[in-house]
Nanobody, 114 residues
Framework: QVHPVESGGGLVQPGGSLRLSCAAS????????TGWYRQAPGKQRELVAL???????HYEDSVKGRFTISRDNAKNTLYLQMNSLKPEDTAVYYC????????WGQGTQVTVSS
């Protein structure tokens, strides 16, 4: 019913850290898997990380060892801790189910630049 609201993005230098939050709807959290997506200008939206209802976690190769996904089911909130950020991480970050439904939020901008 209500679209997710992503927050926590900003401008950071390479090597810096950010913690993203997603206040999501019950329809998103009722899915088998929930994840973070990102989209750079002119590029296709891609799945970055996901977490299943049983706690299994998967990461896209480029973020392994740097990003950590977690969720608070009682609060319908999804998190993404991002460390050792690189310029290629620059994108708008979104949360959604996996596979995604059509209830996208506006995302939160992450810019990594010196």
């Amino acid at each position: 019913q209500v679209h997710p609201v992503e927050s926590g993005g900003g401008l950071v230098q390479p090597g810096g850290s950010l913690r993203l939050s997603c206040a999501a709807s019950g329809s998103i959290f009722s899915a088998y898997a929930t994840g973070w997506y990102r989209q750079a200008p002119g590029k296709q939206r891609e799945l970055v990380a996901l977490i299943t209802s049983t706690g299994r976690i998967h990461y896209e190769d480029s973020v392994k060892g740097r990003f950590t996904i977690s969720r608070d089911n009682a609060k319908n909130t999804l998190y993404l801790q991002m460390n050792s950020l690189k310029p290629e991480d620059t994108a708008v970050y979104y949360c959604n189910a996996q596979p995604p439904n059509n209830s996208w939020g506006q995302g939160t901008q992450v810019t990594v630049s010196s």
